[in-house]
């Protein structure tokens, strides 16, 4: 496996795979908020094209997609402006967006309720709804899984347009993703402010995954947390994986006494969102082609901030 996708990224270090240049670049100048920027920037574009951009997630920042009209923008910060409607125009499911995409790859925010991938039959998944977008705008790749989110867990996924770079973003994954990062409401409120959780876990026979402070012929897991907002009720905490075992951050939750809310299977009960209140928000990973960082971030969801309010 590794000698056919090293004789792949040779290939591609010659130059024999070119990326096509889908984005306007420019660099921030003077202090401003990215819409107004924007507006005043770029004069190719209409201002209501603008805002579809930036809407459809069209916009980067320092390698980072942004949507929100009012990010503050600083001296020497680039600025990356798509050129292509494609997404926003032949692209509808209200199961995910896509946030990236090219002729290598397409990362995507998936949301609760569809799975990663088949699992049985007619199960709905997202390599099937991909699948069928590419047959739509007539692209001859098919959706390769690198990873995969739980059903109920929403977020940023990378699928792979052909199998030479699915297995350049699999044979050195904890390289090339830098940065993966959750985050979820949990029961409770959060006495530490940030910490480290590490245990074995392991599946029974039930298929539950069950955590032991000493080996149990399981598979070693460690869980960074940081507690971003608190209640007395409930706590936003962001996660960041050292490893990405099954049910990792769920039961690494459980342990410390703050489920993750909605967690039917590991939770105690608590569903202020009537969802699992798991988000993978941020996505960091360097180009399997070009060997760019390419950094995505989510908002957070919503519903999470406002049941901290009630």
Request: proline residues 4%.
């Amino acid at each position: 496996m590794r000698q056919e996708n090293n004789k792949w990224q040779k290939r591609a270090d010659r130059g024999g795979f070119g990326v096509p240049n889908e984005y306007d670049h420019y660099v921030v100048s003077k202090p401003a908020p990215l819409l107004e920027w924007l507006l005043e920037n770029v004069k190719s574009s209409s201002k209501t094209k603008i805002k579809q951009i930036l809407q459809g997630r069209g916009i980067r920042v320092d390698g980072k997609t942004i949507t929100k009209f009012d990010y503050p923008l600083r001296p020497g910060m680039k600025i990356a402006v798509s050129k292509s409607k494609k997404n926003q125009e032949t692209f509808k499911s209200k199961y995910l967006k896509i946030v990236y995409e090219d002729r290598y790859l397409v990362v995507v925010e998936k949301q609760i309720g569809i799975l990663s991938m088949a699992a049985g039959h007619s199960s709905l998944n997202v390599k099937t709804v991909l699948d069928d977008y590419f047959h739509k705008t007539r692209q001859n790749c098919q959706a390769h899984v690198v990873h995969r989110l739980d059903r109920d867990t929403s977020g940023l996924m990378i699928y792979a347009k052909d199998k030479q770079t699915e297995l350049a973003l699999e044979d050195d994954w904890h390289h090339n993703v830098y940065d993966r990062r959750y985050v979820a409401l949990v029961s409770g409120e959060m006495e530490e402010d940030e910490g480290t959780v590490a245990n074995w876990l392991k599946d029974n026979k039930a298929y539950i995954t069950y955590s032991s402070d000493t080996d149990n012929g399981g598979k070693y897991a460690v869980t960074h947390y940081h507690t971003l907002q608190r209640s007395t009720d409930y706590s936003l905490v962001e996660f960041k994986l050292e490893t990405g075992r099954k049910n990792q951050i769920r039961v690494h939750t459980a342990d410390m006494g703050h489920p993750v809310c909605g967690d039917i299977k590991y939770g105690n009960g608590d569903d202020p969102c009537h969802r699992l209140c798991l988000h993978a928000y941020v996505l960091c990973f360097y180009h399997p082609v070009t060997h760019q960082p390419m950094e995505f971030e989510t908002p957070i969801p919503p519903e999470f901030r406002r049941a901290l309010k009630s």
